[in-house]
């Protein structure tokens, strides 16, 4: 049985509720390169889930967010591992958006910009767990 990968994603909304804030994966990405997606992180032993999404979000965009919603969790088979993931909804509670960041050993992004749905399909069809759960969880919303 393989072992399974905890993580998080999450999407943090502009003024415009139509639009949130997608990131590109480096190029030298194991799974996904140069693929324009939502911010993610691993969860470390003893975390939770929103502690991981406040700390990504300072390693990963040099923000502080607060976790304000749940929106959905997943599955996918990997090579080597099961991953589990979950999505939260967050809002930046200060600080401005930033990539890089000079912090060493977890995956850096090259880019950030506001996207929309439409920008995770091609994430979502190459394996994005967090974009195909971003995805069916709005096509749903939207019945």
């Not at 994603?9 to 990131?23: A, G, M, N």
């Not at 502080?64 to 919603?69: A, N, R, S, W, Y």
């Not at 910009?113 to 759960?133: E, F, H, T």
Request: proline letters at 6%; glycine letters at 6%; one cysteine or more.
């Amino acid at each position: 049985m393989k072992p399974i990968k905890y993580a998080i994603s999450f999407v943090i909304y502009s003024q415009d509720p139509s639009k949130f804030l997608i990131v590109q994966r480096p190029s030298d990405d194991e799974n996904l390169p140069d693929i324009w997606g939502l911010p993610a992180g691993s969860v470390k032993d003893n975390e939770t889930f929103k502690e991981c999404v406040i700390r990504s979000g300072r390693e990963k965009l040099g923000v502080e967010l607060k976790p304000t919603k749940f929106i959905g969790r997943n599955n996918i088979e990997r090579e080597n591992y099961i991953l589990h993931m979950e999505v939260y909804e967050a809002e930046i509670v200060s600080g401005e958006p930033e990539v890089p960041q000079s912090i060493q050993g977890i995956t850096q992004y090259q880019k950030w910009r506001w996207g929309v749905s439409s920008d995770l399909k091609n994430a979502a069809s190459k394996g994005s767990l967090c974009s195909q759960i971003y995805l069916s969880i709005s096509m749903l919303m939207k019945q």
